[in-house]
């Protein structure tokens, strides 16, 4: 230690077999190194770290901010073990305004802003972007299509007949009209709803002197709905550009909740779960995750903190130079921001339960599966295939990925089957698992402990021999057959273990078994993307509507249908109670539109 110097910079620790395992950063790099190897320390998660500790590197920087910078490029490159690591490399979206257009469009826009024209943002999801989208238009029908759309209409299409638009693609309305609505609509969602409302009420009293009652009338009604939404909405009067932010840890696990305020507007929240070693408090979680999150995203000019943050002095001046205008960082406000602050702290208790709860759940199902299957420990991945047809078109098979966290939807595939006769179920099956599998070998990719196959034992003879042909014996074959009446919890198991352990035997879980509720969780998703993907094959092969499918609905029923829900998007959120409200629509052929349009409650072709 004695040559350390006591200039800030960052040091980086390594293991015996030259990986970092800890990055971290220092005003003064001998006082903080100093601090890790004296005779006694408290903290688990130190005593850990330098147990493991071989040697030690330091770069020196300029100043605590470079520091601060240069430790976040390098957790994000090296992901230490013992640093705690956010998961979320995605942009935030955005409300986009094209402003310099005749006829501006409101837009959802994710990534880049390099598009001239008004940004409201960030949101947290897609749903809450949507949300604000769907809320706008019903106010003030400001156009939401794609330009190229825009630009080749002659005349109004669906959206002007629903009243969602007033279609300025041919005319109807005036460049000056317009613009006025897109105003409205921009100070609306920048939180000046009570702005517009007033200079409604002036434009609804001068055109009842002038005798203008329709539009009256019209003005009346916008202002009945804005202050309607105004009065649901959550605003603070400040107007205030904050984000609050909460961290909780418990069980090993971590997690920060977030709640966006933009223009006194909470645009809603979002949960990150980040990985941290055993042992972080919620006070280094959340020092981390600062540093780690708004290094890579959008700043606001303030962030109230559930607790004192011990960098806040350092983040308030990197976040002030990075963004051009003064950031505070905060953690003892007051009145409305406290309900905020104890809000965003309750949401992250309550998702970091749930989370446990989950976990501690999905480990018991796996335990059950691996004492069923009789492997040596609890398995690591599973995948199960399903296929789906109407009468041997457009086949689709599905591969569905689980492991220990559940779903692994980036891992999921489609297989689009050719060349077979139509409704050889077993040749697809065929087909599907060799591709699959050969490519898996030939890239070297992790195999499957079990492989769930929907169907019996014609499809399980399959797979066991396309696993014998490509010399895989690795993998645990588990059949999944439908019980005589298709009920959940009559499934019959068809485990496949070899010769010499007793070769194919079936069992019959109690409905409330942890390994039949896994193992119908991971059947039902194998069964919902293989019918997803075949309805989207069939569709785009057939080029028509998904519901001249269903027996009983005319051309003017689906004329009906689509008019009322205003498109078939709405249509699929609708109810079963929804649907028979339209006119013609009796409640058993409304229930026959739900389930075509709900893969989950539709049996395969």
């Keep these: 230690m004695r040559t350390v110097t006591t200039r800030p910079g960052v040091y980086r620790m390594y293991n015996e077999q030259g990986d970092i395992i800890y990055v971290g950063k220092a005003s003064n790099l001998k006082n903080r190194l100093g601090s890790y190897f004296q005779k006694t320390l408290d903290n688990r998660k130190t005593q850990a770290l330098v147990s493991q500790i071989v040697t030690v590197q330091t770069t020196v920087t300029d100043s605590a901010a470079d520091a601060l910078l240069l430790e976040h490029n390098l957790i994000k490159e090296h992901r230490p073990r013992y640093n705690v690591v956010l998961r979320d490399d995605k942009s935030y979206p955005y409300i986009f305004i094209s402003t310099r257009d005749d006829y501006p469009r409101l837009s959802y826009q994710r990534g880049a802003r390099k598009v001239p024209g008004k940004y409201i943002g960030p949101y947290p999801s897609a749903g809450s972007v949507k949300r604000s989208l769907g809320l706008v238009q019903k106010l003030f029908r400001v156009r939401q299509c794609e330009d190229s759309y825009f630009r080749n209409r002659s005349r109004p299409c669906l959206q002007y007949q629903i009243k969602r638009c007033t279609a300025p693609c041919v005319s109807r309305i005036s460049p000056e009209e317009y613009r006025q609505d897109v105003d409205m609509t921009v100070r609306v969602l ?52 904050t984000d609050y932010v909460a961290a909780v840890t418990q069980g090993g696990q971590s997690c920060v909740q977030v709640f966006f305020v933009r223009n006194g507007i909470n645009l809603g929240n979002k949960a990150f779960y980040p990985a941290s070693p055993a042992g972080s408090t919620s006070g280094e979680i959340l020092n981390a995750f600062m540093a780690q999150f708004y290094l890579e995203h959008d700043l606001p000019r303030e962030i109230v903190c559930s607790e004192q943050v011990e960098d806040a002095d350092l983040f308030a001046e990197v976040f002030s130079k990075r963004l051009g205008s003064s950031v505070g960082v905060v953690h003892s406000v007051r009145g409305e921001r406290a309900k905020l602050q104890a809000l965003a702290l309750t949401n992250a208790e309550v998702g970091l339960a749930t989370r446990l709860a989950s976990r501690s759940g999905m480990a018991a199902r796996l335990e059950a599966v691996r004492a069923l299957v009789e492997l040596d420990e609890a398995p690591s991945r599973m995948e199960c295939f399903d296929i789906s047809h109407t009468m041997g078109e457009a086949t689709v098979a599905s591969c569905v990925v689980f492991n220990a966290e559940g779903a692994l939807k980036s891992d999921y595939r489609r297989f689009n089957i050719e060349d077979i006769t139509p409704g050889d179920d077993y040749a697809a099956m065929r087909q599907a698992l060799t591709r699959r599998y050969t ?164 049996s395969k072709g």
Aim: with cysteine.
């Design 190 to 241: 920048e939180g000046k709803s009570m702005d517009v409302v007033n200079d409604l009420v002036q434009r609804m009293e001068a055109a009842s002197e002038a005798l203008d009652f329709e539009s009256a009338a019209r003005l009346r009604d916008q202002i009945g709905s804005l202050k309607a939404v105004s009065d649901l909405s959550t605003t603070l009067r400040d107007g205030s550009n």
């Design 439 to 602: 490519r898996m070998i030939k890239e070297g990719r992790e195999l499957p402990d079990i492989l769930f196959i929907d169907g019996g034992k014609g499809q399980i003879g399959v797979a066991i021999e396309v696993l014998a042909e490509l010399q895989v014996d690795s993998v645990q074959v588990v059949g999944v057959s439908k019980g005589p009446d298709r009920r959940p919890g009559d499934e019959t198991l068809i485990l496949c273990r070899d010769e010499q352990h007793g070769g194919r035997t079936e069992r019959q879980l109690t409905t409330d078994s942890p390994a039949l509720l896994l193992i119908q969780q991971i059947r039902d998703e194998a069964h919902r993307f293989a019918i997803a993907g075949h309805r989207a094959r069939r569709a785009k092969k057939r080029q028509r509507s998904i519901l001249e499918d269903i027996k009983g609905l005319g051309p003017k029923r689906r004329k009906q249908l689509l008019t009322h829900f205003g498109g078939l998007q709405r249509l699929q959120k609708a109810g079963i109670e929804d649907i028979s409200a339209v006119p013609g629509i009796s409640v058993d052929l409304a229930a026959r539109v739900y389930d075509e349009l709900h893969p989950t409650r539709v």
